[in-house]
T-cell receptor
């Protein structure tokens, strides 16, 4: 029972490089999310997809793009990585968004930008 | 904007005692509030949800209260165990806003 799977688990990039973080869920959830977690800042929403075919900006979308490839997969792309994007990135899913449904998280991608 | 505040200092308690963690929110009156547990190197895991019309919710050794007048939720772990050591996050799920979490350390 995989739940939410994120790849890769770790990545080191140089400033200016591009990178796509992958996320897939096997729970048939409609909504998916990307967060970043930094010390002292907590989880901050980057982008979310309420349903297949839709995406919306969260609190900190600058420097990122997303693609909801299908119901299962939601990817996050850094077009030109910056040191300020060094963080732990979490993908999550829920049955629907904006409701009392719990979110199910992956175990994160630890990204360092040099 | 909606804001959630949790005590950033770690809470250290002895095994067997009750741990109480606090979550305060501003600028919003949520219909629901959620609590998650996060272990080092892992993603958050959902524990409990409480509705605004519920004063208290229990699940095994866990208890959550919700005071809409004080804009506060308390999370209690009774008979705490070293295995309860983790960071606990509260969240306004409908607004996709999480607190920074409070780290709990339970000593044998």
């Amino acid at each position: 029972n995989a739940g939410v799977t994120q790849t890769p688990k770790f990545q080191v990039l140089k400033t200016g490089q591009s990178m796509t973080l992958q996320c897939a869920q096997d729970m048939n959830h409609n909504s998916m999310y990307w967060y970043r977690q930094d010390p002292g800042m907590g989880l901050r929403l980057i982008y979310y997809s309420a349903s297949e075919g839709t995406t919306d900006k969260g609190e900190v979308p600058n420097g990122y793009n997303v693609s909801r490839l299908n119901k299962r997969e939601f990817s996050l792309r850094l077009e030109s990585a910056a040191p300020s994007q060094t963080s732990v990135y979490f993908c999550a899913s829920s049955e629907v968004s904006g409701s009392n449904q719990p979110q199910h998280f992956g175990d994160g991608t630890r990204l360092s930008i040099l | 904007s909606q804001k959630i505040e949790q005590n950033s200092e770690a809470l250290n308690i002895q095994e067997g005692k009750t741990a109480t963690l606090t979550c305060n929110y501003t600028n919003y009156s949520p219909a629901y509030l959620q609590w998650y547990r996060q272990d080092p190197g892992r993603g958050p895991v959902f524990l409990l949800l409480i509705r605004e019309n519920e004063k208290e919710k229990r699940k095994e050794r866990l208890k959550v209260t919700f005071d809409t007048t004080l804009k506060q939720s308390l999370f209690h772990i009774t008979a705490s165990q070293p295995a309860d050591s983790a960071t606990y996050l509260c969240a306004l799920a409908s607004k996709l806003v999480f607190g920074t979490g409070t780290r709990l350390l339970v000593s044998p």
